[in-house]
């Protein structure tokens, strides 16, 4: 199993201002370091303003990193450069149905991910869309279907499409479990763990759903105030956690 | 004495294609002290149930039910300023949402201050407003909120999320009601505030004898604080009964899908197997199966099931339908 993602000592603040001249820097991640295996899944929790979603910014490329180094299979990349990291890493967001151009077809939206991102004629195209729908349990003609004629579950399916019609590496995942009903939310981390296990894709679930990580995750970081408090497998931080914090989280979860 | 006995609650919109009854001869009763959970998937009309008992629905809404008493009282029959009244009185309400919900433009102490009823302030008229702010200040100690001088004058937006949530807890306790609803009061909160909030709530039941209505979708989050609990699909009353019966052994195959759905119900579920799912979605309310609504999605729906079953009871365990999960209906 090879390294897929490794990202050592990634730090990132923010200049904020508090004054008329005066300047205060948050220091939203300090020092992170994890490396996640293909075909992995690794569960970044923590509240909101430890820095989650800012290492999920770094991690396509919105923001650039401070210091350290991001390495995707085992070079190291600026993930500012879309043309060629954007294949490898996509990302979904927490409401499928607000982060869906209403106004675009499903089919039209596919194809547009595929002439922006790759080299294929139409029938490749039209052809890599048929095939993409089907493997996420959708049918040919949704792609003639507007983002509101489908259910919340579908939508989710859809948005799963988009990210996955480029063969990535490695999906992060934000939040986007937490909002879906508990029946819907179970066929959807079926879907996901069906396709990490045929196609190998790596998973970087970003989530405040402990009882759902214990399930999926293979690794967790907790992170608190932009500092990582506990790392490693999920099974070992949820019964020999360190740090007061994550065991008062993980304990909020479980008992 | 029964709190809230409602039986056969109906509630239905007028559309352009006729009449959608979204909730469907909902049966719901509470003690005295009790809490309750409510849990259903979205749109299965736990909210509109909640609504339908404050009395805030649309008046496009058309409410009715066999028998709907509060307190031994006949609510539907009493003229509706008797009503608003008694629900003002004796029932709290806390929403989804808490900084929606709370006045934008107002200080939270005018907000609270607001709620404190005037027959609970006992004193002369002209120490009115110092009594008032003593006790909204009391109010936010008993939700736990220590730091009170600088919450009390902050607007909602500066506050977080879980704070505004106390604070609308705070609102709702201030008259002391008999029944507080709170509508998933957690959805918008962090893992570690929720179990705060709830084991604030279940104080409050267990201090004042308050009852407690939870409305979730989570099953799981409820499960640990209610007594009892009444599980709605597509605003059809699947199964009632007391929370550890029901999850011990649960008869309606929606309620057995959805506990077989946590992966927290399941400690000998091994890590990254596959969850038990029903297969496809809950249908829009314009095109609702007939007969039971779980119909194409159960998994062992036979020929009886486009008949509404009744809803049966075993002892103190309720359930609606034809083909219950426990071996043979009961002669």
Redesign the interface.
């Known amino acids: 199993m090879s390294t897929l993602l490794d990202v050592q000592q990634l730090c990132k603040s923010y200049r904020k201002q508090s004054g008329l001249f005066r300047y205060r820097t948050v220091q939203a991640l300090d020092n992170i370091s994890f490396s996640l295996q293909q075909g992995k899944t690794l569960a970044v929790v923590g509240e909101t303003g430890s820095g989650k979603s800012t290492l999920a910014k770094l991690l396509v490329g919105i923001e650039k990193p401070d210091q350290g180094r991001i390495l995707l299979d085992n070079t190291e990349v600026q993930l500012g450069h879309y043309r060629q990291y954007n294949h490898q890493v996509r990302f979904i967001f927490q409401d499928a149905a607000k982060s869906l151009n209403p106004q675009q077809k499903i089919g039209q939206m596919l194809d547009d991910v595929l002439r922006f991102s790759t080299a294929m004629d139409v029938t490749a195209r039209k052809q890599k869309i048929q095939q993409t729908l089907k493997q996420l349990g959708l049918l040919d003609e949704h792609s003639e279907y507007y983002p509101h004629m489908f259910s919340g579950g579908q939508l989710q399916r859809v948005a799963l499409a988009r990210a996955l019609i480029l063969d990535p590496k490695l999906l992060i995942l934000d939040e986007a479990l937490t909002a879906l009903d508990p029946s819907l939310r179970a066929q959807i981390v079926n879907l996901l763990l069906e396709l990490q296990q045929n196609t190998g894709l790596a998973y970087l679930l970003i989530t405040n759903h402990l009882r759902l990580v214990k399930h999926i995750a293979d690794d967790l970081l907790v992170l608190h105030q932009g500092k990582a408090l506990d790392y490693g497998e999920t099974a070992y931080v949820f019964e020999h956690a360190e740090h007061d914090y994550s065991r008062k989280l993980i304990n909020s979860a479980i008992a | 004495m029964l709190l809230l006995d409602i039986k056969n609650l109906t509630i239905e919109l007028n559309t352009a294609d006729g009449l959608v009854r979204a909730v469907d001869r909902v049966n719901l009763s509470l003690r005295e002290g009790e809490t309750r959970g409510l849990v259903g998937?979205?749109g299965s009309g736990k909210s509109l149930v909640a609504k339908a008992i404050v009395g805030v629905l649309n008046k496009r809404w058309q409410i009715s039910a066999d028998r709907f008493n509060w307190r031994g009282q006949d609510m539907l029959s009493l003229p509706y300023e008797q009503q608003r009244k008694i629900i003002g009185r004796d029932i709290a309400m806390i929403y989804q949402e808490p900084s929606r919900s709370l006045d934008p433009t107002a200080h939270i102490l005018e907000q609270l201050e607001e709620a404190i009823p005037d027959h609970l302030l006992d004193g002369p008229w002209w120490k009115r407003g110092y009594l008032r702010r003593r006790k909204a200040i009391g109010l936010l100690h008993k939700v736990g909120i220590r730091d009170h001088q600088s919450v009390l004058q902050s607007y909602p937006f500066q506050l977080?999320e879980g704070v505004c949530q106390k604070i609308m807890i705070a609102m709702a306790i201030a008259k002391n009601p008999k029944l507080l609803i709170a509508d998933e009061p957690t959805t918008a909160l962090?893992?570690?505030t929720?179990?705060q909030l709830f084991r604030l709530l279940a104080s409050f039941n267990q201090l004042k004898g308050m009852s407690v209505l939870l409305i979730s979708?989570?099953?799981?989050s409820i499960a640990r604080y209610t007594q009892s609990l009444s599980v709605l699909y597509c605003g059809q009353l699947v199964e009632a009964g007391e929370t550890a019966a029901i999850l011990k052994q649960p008869y309606h195959p929606y309620t057995h899908?959805?506990i077989k759905?946590?992966?927290?119900f399941q400690p000998n579920?091994q890590?990254?197997?596959?969850?038990?799912?029903?297969p496809g979605?809950?249908p829009?309310l314009q095109h609702l199966p007939i007969g039971c609504r779980l119909g194409p999605r159960c998994p062992n729906a036979r020929k009886e099931c486009v008949k509404t079953p009744t809803l049966e009871r075993l002892q103190n365990h309720f359930y609606s339908c034809h083909f219950p999960l426990t071996g043979a209906k009961e002669p």
């Open positions: 998937e979205s977080s962090e893992s570690t929720q179990a979708h989570e099953l799981e899908a959805l759905s946590v992966p927290e579920l890590p990254k197997t596959p969850l038990y799912a029903l979605s809950i829009v």
